[in-house]
Structures are given as structure tokens and as C-alpha cells.
């Protein structure tokens, strides 16, 4: 493990190489969300949330779990991204078994709620939007990427968290283990096989 101050960018700041097992860390990521330069720096708040001492260890546990979930560059659909991000949760929850979800995605709690409020209505949306099986780039950046807020292109939009298609794509992956108890973890991370794990999922939530 090597630890370094001014060499890995914000949106990086722990970088893991399974084939070597080495671990980078940057430090300086770790001030606390209100360290003066970071504002300075012009770094959004919604970033900076999570500067804090305490999220080393989740930046950590996901750089590792983004190693045991590799990414398919093949997998362009948006339900495939979702599910993808999900697995990366669930992998540093495993990680992590004193934290729960909430805590890994970062989220407090009126936005936890607001997503399990909002999951039947987001379902909907996504599949009158035909959005699950799009291969739109800028669906990513609107519901999985790190943002302060979620786009649905509402006058609401400011009071959605961000990156709930990584959240419902944490329940797709819960669904579908749910569906198949025999299958451990360890498979299913590796199974890539993303459009299957949403049809044997068999996710819809409703109200």
C-alpha cells in the first residue's frame, strides 16, 4: 500500500491492481468536506460530501470491488450500466458488512427514502421512457454518474438525490438473488450476463 498528496485526481483517489495487490492511496482527498482549498479548487459540494476521514474505507472497498466486477465495455444498454453499478455496491457492501447500502452509496437518509418512496414511479418512468434497454450515453450521466441530483427534466429534480439508476440497480441485483437463493455471490459477480440477470430478476416494483 503506498499513500501519495497531489498525484490522483478527486474522482479517483484510491486506485487498487488485483494482479499485484498494490493499493494507491490519495490522502489528500481525505480532509473533511469543508477543507478550505477544496473549495478553492472550485470541487463541487456534492463531491466534497464525501472528503471526509470516515469514507476512506468505502473509497477503498470499491476501488476493490470495481476489480471483482470488471467492466464490459460491450455493456451499453442502461440497465446494464444500472446493473453494473449495482454489483460494484453490493461487492463493497460485502467488503464492509458493518455498513449498510445507505452508507455505501453515501446517501442520508431523506435521500434513501426518497428513492424507496420513488421506486415504483421511477420503474415506470424508465419503461414508458423505454430507456432499460437504450444504449443513450447521456443516460448514464444523468442517473448513475456521481451529480448532485438525478435529471428527469422536472421542475422536482433539485429534490432527487443522485445516482438512483445505480440505486435501483442495487434492488435489481437484491431481486435477483432473491429470485435464485442457490446462487452465491461470487457467481453472480462474475456472471455477466446483465439482461438475463434483469429478466431473471423478475424487478417490478410496485406501490
Not at 37 to 44: A, H
Request: proline share 6%; glycine share 4%; aromatic share 16%.
Amino acid at each position: 500500500m503506498y499513500t501519495f498528496t497531489g498525484e490522483l485526481p478527486y474522482m479517483n483517489p484510491v486506485a487498487y491492481w488485483v494482479q499485484s495487490n498494490d493499493m494507491v492511496l490519495g490522502l489528500d482527498w481525505f480532509l473533511g468536506k469543508d477543507y478550505p482549498l477544496y473549495q478553492k479548487m472550485g470541487i463541487p459540494q456534492y463531491i466534497r460530501n464525501n472528503f471526509k476521514p470516515q469514507d476512506l474505507k468505502i473509497s477503498i472497498a470499491e476501488s476493490m470491488a470495481r476489480q471483482l466486477v470488471p467492466m464490459d465495455i460491450t455493456k451499453r444498454k442502461f440497465v446494464e450500466k444500472m446493473i453494473y453499478a449495482g454489483k460494484v455496491l453490493l461487492a463493497t457492501q460485502a467488503f464492509l458488512p458493518e455498513k449498510s447500502a445507505q452508507e455505501i452509496m453515501q446517501y442520508s437518509s431523506e435521500q434513501w427514502q426518497w428513492c424507496v418512496d420513488n421506486e415504483a414511479d421511477m420503474y415506470v418512468y424508465f419503461t414508458e421512457s423505454e430507456y432499460f434497454f437504450d444504449e443513450d450515453k447521456k443516460l448514464s450521466e444523468r442517473f448513475i454518474e456521481p451529480a448532485p441530483f438525478s435529471k428527469f427534466f422536472t421542475d422536482t429534480d433539485n429534490e432527487t438525490p443522485g445516482r438512483v439508476g445505480a440505486w435501483m440497480g442495487l434492488q435489481i441485483c437484491h431481486a435477483y438473488l432473491k429470485q435464485n437463493p442457490k446462487v452465491d455471490l461470487a457467481t453472480f459477480l462474475s456472471d455477466n450476463d446483465y439482461l438475463k440477470i434483469f429478466k431473471d430478476s423478475k424487478y417490478k416494483p410496485i406501490k
